[in-house]
């Protein structure tokens, strides 16, 4: 009897150790550095479908299946923390079981972000939002919709507890993501008095699940969302803290206004102040999407309009949300697409701007592009007319034309009128563009088509790559746009619909690989030509400076 008494004890004590060791939300936050969100991918979906296998519901948005080579490049970056945004609706039966092989895809993406050291938040994502077509979210904030799907919600959350409730610290559950009333309202509900009471019963009904399956999930930081993650004032205000603990965060979001870096400055400081009177002094808090883009009320690319404000807002919110103990996760860009695959940055300065802005140096970090591959992009359009994108996308902010004269493709082989270029110019109204046509060569795999301002008017928005012969499978080895002055610049190649896109990629043997520095000063920093910083070098070959040394 003593030996049994004594071994529950220790079971006990054991127990208890573990649950102590758990770090506050506060500590986590802090611990977290700079995030990024793993966007499109886990949370992509289509009502209009059901899916065969988990890659056709993970790239149905047109990103890549992800590889644990790209968190891996986050991580190297100086990025420590990912969110990684899931959908579940179209992986439930009917008693809301979630699929076991959509389980343990997402289990094996999150195994990705934690081996590499990093934090890892997910969530239930487009089960929530706006409905639009075919699309209706079944998790409304409104009474009427929490009462009725109050089970499955919980069901759900009592499944994704269950799976990971033996992860560590590092691994955080997140309620819901943007869950708007029954009116599809942003910002704030229309009936406050009802959307608020549903958006906090909803909280509750997260947190007391996971906390009652046990285990590391008593002690768990979870995450809870204001309103559509509205930042007003009024939706932070009205978020109730869900428990009494120090284990709960409190997450919004922030898309910008920006107009030049005196209304990005106001505006972030307004951000930070009602950040700290509305929220931080009853928990911590991220802003678990921003980006230097916005799509509502009028889509704007900061960083292809005016990217000297951009980066400049990027440095100062991540400058400040620091300096308050606030986290943050930008939203998707940065490597996005056929990056992906490589993987490589994008828009290396972007992150650059962000480590630096954190760590105060980006010294020791590696930022690969795609200058750093050979890259062949393999296409199997599965449709007549369907687009790949070679810029921009579907929310793409227009371009002003006169700072370009028209885009070069280089396929595998010649194509003819099989498949064809097609630049979309000024908007004329709704959907409708001005829109400028031109088939491959037929003799040549190059192609250059030069930019009709006749046909397309001051601006263009988007060039794809489009079939008109139904089904086909091509190879494209490179596309660059030509700008004004004969220059080239490396176009983004992205799925638009109908089609899918495989990157093959391979490291172009130059030495030091993927470090690409913002200052313009020299550092006097030693590289060896693995990339990788050297404090005492030896013999050998390395890089100082941009120039090769020779250590005998």
């Known amino acids: 009897m003593k030996k049994i008494l004594l071994l529950v004890c220790s079971v006990m004590l054991c127990t208890s150790i573990e649950a102590a060791s758990f770090e506050t939300a506060k500590d986590a936050v802090k611990n977290m550095g700079v ?75 999150v195994d990705y972000v934690i081996d590499n050291g990093m934090y890892c938040i997910i969530n239930v994502h487009h089960d929530t939002g706006a409905d639009s077509g075919n699309y209706k979210s079944w998790l409304k904030a409104s ?34 993501n943007e869950m708007l009333d029954e009116k599809n309202t942003w910002n704030e509900p229309v009936d406050k008095t009802d959307g ?49 603990s120090n284990h709960i965060i409190f997450q919004i979001h922030s898309y910008p206004s920006w107009q030049n870096k005196s209304n990005a400055k106001k505006e972030i400081d307004n951000l930070i102040s009602n950040i700290k009177s509305k929220l931080l002094d009853r928990a911590p808090v991220i802003v678990g999407e921003y980006a230097t883009f916005t799509t509502w009320p009028s889509e704007i690319d900061y960083y292809a309009k005016d990217k000297e404000v951009a980066l400049y807002a990027m440095d100062y919110l991540i400058q400040k949300t620091k300096e308050n103990g606030i986290g943050t996760f930008y939203w998707m860009g940065m490597s996005d697409g056929s990056y992906r695959d490589m993987p490589a940055f994008h828009q290396a300065d972007l992150a650059q701007t962000l480590i630096k802005a954190y760590y105060g140096s980006i010294d020791g970090y590696k930022y690969p592009t795609a200058d750093d591959f050979e890259i062949v992009y393999d296409i199997s359009y599965n449709d007549e007319w369907s687009e790949l994108f070679l810029f921009g996308s579907w929310d793409r902010t227009a371009v002003n034309l006169s700072g370009y004269k028209g885009i070069r493709v280089e396929m595998d082989k010649a194509y003819g009128n099989k498949l064809q270029i097609k630049v979309y110019g000024d908007k004329k109204s709704g959907t409708d563009f001005n829109e400028q046509y031109a088939p ?86 030693i590289y060896n030509l693995q990339g990788q910083r050297v404090q005492n070098p030896q013999k050998g070959i390395y890089i100082q400076n941009g120039k090769k040394y020779v250590m005998k």
């Open 35 to 109: 995030g990024w969100n793993l966007g499109n991918t886990l949370d992509a979906n289509d009502a209009t479908k059901t899916w065969k296998t988990t890659a056709e519901h993970e790239t149905c948005w047109g990103q890549p299946v992800t590889k644990p080579e790209l968190l891996k490049m986050m991580k190297e970056a100086g990025f420590g923390a990912i969110r990684v945004p899931i959908t579940w609706y179209q992986e439930m039966d009917a008693d809301g079981k979630v699929n076991d092989a959509w389980m343990k895809r997402v289990k094996e993406v």
């Open 143 to 176: 009474t009427s919709s929490y009462n009725t799907n109050k089970a499955k919600y919980e069901g759900l959350c009592k499944q994704i507890a269950e799976q990971f409730k033996d992860y560590d610290q590092k691994l955080l559950f997140e309620s819901y």
């Open 196 to 244: 608020y009471k549903a958006i906090n019963s909803y909280a509750k009904s997260f947190v007391t699940t996971v906390r009652a399956t046990g285990g590391n999930n008593k002690d768990r930081n979870l995450v809870v969302n204001t309103y559509s993650a509205s930042s007003t004032p009024d939706a932070m205000q009205n978020l109730d803290l869900p428990e009494e």
């Open 440 to 525: 491959l060569s037929d003799t040549s795999a190059s192609t250059t088509v030069d930019f009709d301002t006749s046909i397309l008017g001051s601006t263009f928005w988007g060039v794809t790559l489009q079939t008109n012969s139904g089904a086909l499978t091509a190879t494209l080895k490179e596309a660059k746009l030509i700008k004004a002055d004969g220059t080239e610049e490396p176009a983004s190649v992205t799925a638009a619909w109908g089609c899918t896109v495989t990157a093959k990629s391979t490291p172009k043997p130059t030495g030091i690989h993927a470090i690409q520095l913002i200052k313009t000063e020299a550092d006097g920093a």
